[in-house]
């Protein structure tokens, strides 16, 4: 089973960057697809992006177009999520999430991962 570790979160000012990254182990990625969610206080864990592990298509939620860009390297098997342009609604824990079982699109529902890591604190202030 695949274990993922986020890292990168931090505090920040509003307008500025942060890159998260999440870094698998327990073995190799196949087909299936990676994604980060985020979780406010008070609020259900929401999609933020997703990207299958082979291939090219990505998936972002409308409120982060154009703001953030996930990648993907799979010599480091890590993902990444470059967040640029913070706003303070941005503020979460940000979640890094697996899906082990074979997909062919990106999925960005909840319940389609099977795996999740512990979480990165983003706090961005005005």
């Known amino acids: 089973q695949v274990q993922l570790v986020e890292s990168g979160g931090g505090l920040v000012q509003a307008g500025g960057s942060l890159r998260l990254s999440c870094a698998a182990s327990?073995?190799?990625?196949?087909?299936?697809?990676m994604a980060w969610f985020r979780q406010a206080p008070g609020k259900e864990r929401e999609f933020v992006a997703a990207?299958?592990?082979?291939?090219?298509?990505?998936y972002y939620a409308d409120s982060v177009k154009g703001r953030f860009t996930i990648s993907r390297d799979n010599a480091k098997n890590t993902v990444y999520l470059q967040m640029n342009s913070l706003k303070p609604e941005d503020t979460a824990v940000y979640y890094c999430?697996?899906?082990?079982?074979?997909?062919?699109?990106?999925?960005?529902?909840?319940?389609?991962?099977?795996?999740w890591g512990q979480g990165t604190q983003v706090t961005v202030s005005s």
């Open positions: 990207i299958r592990w082979t291939g090219i298509d990505t």
């Open positions: 999430a697996a899906r082990t079982s074979i997909v062919n699109y990106v999925p960005r529902v909840r319940n389609e991962y099977n795996n």
């Open positions: 327990g073995r190799t990625f196949s087909s299936y697809a």
